[in-house]
């Protein structure tokens, strides 16, 4: 498993997690650095990670690749206008490398890359202001958005252009699926919204106590929460109430958190879960221990810089793609998507 991070000092932050003994029983744990550096001229606002593949998005208008299996940069992507707020992967159950990355922009725009080069399929605007998140569907033929202009988008991925818009009574800043797709969630400051997919019904809110900085889907309607109380909270979505938390799981604001493992793997298997805040700490709890008394973290690592951002993925061999100096023909977005 691996672990990439992003600073407001530039830097990229990327980490291995492994046991840290031979003894296949021991579920003693190390995060390992592979790289760091200062990838970008601005802070960096947004990572994703899928199987071997990252990227990284910043306010200096750029999107930065990377091979996590060689620790290696592939370069940048300059086909933006404004500041990167959001990334997302989509990665088909049957892949082992990710099919499309897509990115949301301050310009209101939505971008969908190909992976196999890295080239740009389809650029399009979905709100008249800055995007705040994006969240891909499951099955990749759609995706959603929450902006700073109020609105809810819904996106067909297949064509390359938005397909419905809808107000909010105020602003969402993250918006995520479940693992089924069948349910959304939207936080905005201490509240967030449990809706169907379907017709995007509100079927109940989670207040939190303070502002929401970040959120994960876990499994079996588990929805991981963490931001201003410094805490890491786990919500059962179907009956609206908080199954456990971690409290003062960081000193300060909690800005990312990674769901690794599933609850599908072998009893042994630790339940595991990756924070990362502000205060330059990435830790990883097994949040089964939760449920009993307050975890300590399986492993830490100390980055000494503001962390803005956490992405994670597992780690698989692939052929390294090339980054694209040209697009391919608009009509052929939609097939590729």
Not at 48 to 76: C, E, K, Q, V
Not at 106 to 132: M, Q, Y
């Amino acid at each position: 498993m691996s672990l990439i991070a992003g600073s407001y000092e530039r830097f990229i932050w990327g980490f291995k997690l492994k046991p840290q003994t031979q003894d296949p029983s021991s579920q003693s744990l190390t995060l390992t650095q592979i790289f760091s550096y200062p990838s970008h001229n601005a802070p960096i606002t947004s990572v994703a990670a899928a199987g071997p593949a990252a990227a990284s998005g910043s306010s200096d208008d750029t999107i930065h690749i990377y091979d996590l299996s060689s620790a290696a940069s592939l370069g940048p992507l300059q086909h933006f206008n404004s500041s990167i707020t959001s990334l997302s992967f989509y990665c088909p159950p049957s892949l082992s490398f990710p099919r499309n990355l897509l990115s949301a922009a301050a310009d209101g725009t939505i971008s969908i890359f190909d992976t196999e080069p890295f080239v740009l399929l389809k650029s399009f605007r979905s709100h008249k202001k800055g995007i705040n998140d994006l969240a891909v569907h499951p099955s990749g033929k759609l995706a959603l958005s929450v902006s700073r202009d109020g609105c809810l988008a819904m996106s067909n991925l297949m064509r390359g252009k938005r397909s419905f818009c809808c107000k909010l009574g105020k602003e969402a800043t993250i918006v995520k699926f479940d693992e089924s797709g069948e349910r959304f969630f939207m936080a905005s400051e201490g509240k967030i919204g449990v809706h169907l997919a379907e017709d995007a019904r509100l079927l109940f809110e989670l207040d939190n106590a303070k502002r929401v900085l970040c959120a994960s889907a876990g499994e079996s309607g588990i929805l991981f929460t963490g931001g201003e109380s410094r805490s890491i909270t786990a919500w059962d979505t179907n009956s609206g109430k908080v199954a456990y938390s971690i409290e003062d799981a960081h000193s300060t604001r909690v800005k990312g958190i990674v769901v690794l493992t599933k609850d599908g793997g072998s009893e042994d298997d630790p339940y595991l879960v990756a924070s990362a805040s502000s205060d330059g700490f990435i830790r990883v709890w097994d949040v089964r221990m939760a449920i009993k008394e307050k975890p300590n973290p399986l492993a830490e690592a100390n980055t000494k810089s503001r962390l803005t951002c956490l992405a994670g993925s597992s780690l698989k061999s692939f052929k390294r793609p090339k980054i694209g100096k040209s697009a391919p023909k608009e009509e052929d977005a939609a097939e590729e998507v």
